[in-house]
């Protein structure tokens, strides 16, 4: 399966606009991002918990990250509240579910595969610095290795963003709104810009706070390949 799979191209997908697509555990549905692969697959999803669904426990092989957006996720590992952002890394496992309902931003098959760090951030655990760069710009920054930078970043009212994207980003809105190239992204909003970008945007007039993904996607190509082998043998 293949979805927004041409990563030289800008994509942008308004995900509260698209129907959810049950998954093969009851009580569980999607919608797809990006995907490249079947049920194992490079994938970025929005997942939604139905209360009292969860998946069966299994291993993460190529590795998980997330953002909750709605709800409280669960595993043994502990309760995680809107905000919380998690990396389980290659041969992590878990049994994810959630008592009340959920909803996840979330990245399979994205790491180095000799990556072993774990992160577990709870929601304003880190005080936010002030981008020295521009004006009206807070940073939250939440892993950096040398493959990417993850961060949250907070946009004041109208405030003009410009950001180096040479080695490709992405951008998931969580609050609030912006502009880009003339297309207006709100509330779970997605836009992947490719390698040789530059992110020009505008916050709307209530500002935004944006998930950003910086430089991973440098390495995309051999990504797609490692997933494709997998799913051949």
Not at 167 to 187: A, M, T, Y
């Amino acid at each position: 399966m293949k979805i927004n799979a041409e990563f030289n191209k800008r994509v942008i997908v308004h995900s509260a606009d698209l129907d959810w697509i049950e998954s093969p555990m009851p009580g569980v549905s999607r919608r797809p991002l990006d995907r490249v692969g079947g049920e194992v697959a490079r994938a970025t999803t929005i997942v939604r918990y139905e209360p009292g669904s969860k998946f069966s426990s299994h291993v993460h092989t190529g590795g998980e990250e997330f953002v909750v957006l709605e709800g409280v996720f669960q595993d043994e590992h502990g309760d995680f509240p809107v905000g919380s952002y998690i990396r389980n890394p290659p041969e992590s496992s878990h049994t994810p579910g959630s008592d009340k309902g959920c909803v996840i931003f979330v990245k399979l098959w994205q790491f180095d595969l000799s990556d072993r760090t774990e992160v577990k951030i709870s929601p304003n655990s880190i005080k936010p610095i002030k981008d020295t760069t521009q004006d009206g710009v807070d940073i939250t920054p939440l892993h950096v290795d040398a493959n990417e930078a993850v961060s949250i970043h907070d946009w004041q009212a109208n405030t003009n963003i410009e950001i180096d994207a040479k080695n490709g980003i992405e951008v998931l809105v969580l609050d609030g709104s912006f502009e880009e190239q003339g297309d207006v992204l709100k509330q779970h909003s997605w836009l992947r810009l490719p390698v040789g970008s530059e992110l020009k945007a505008k916050a709307g007039t209530n500002g935004a706070k944006v998930w950003i993904k910086q430089h991973h996607l440098k390495r995309v190509d051999f990504e797609v390949e490692r997933i494709n082998a997998t799913n051949k043998s």
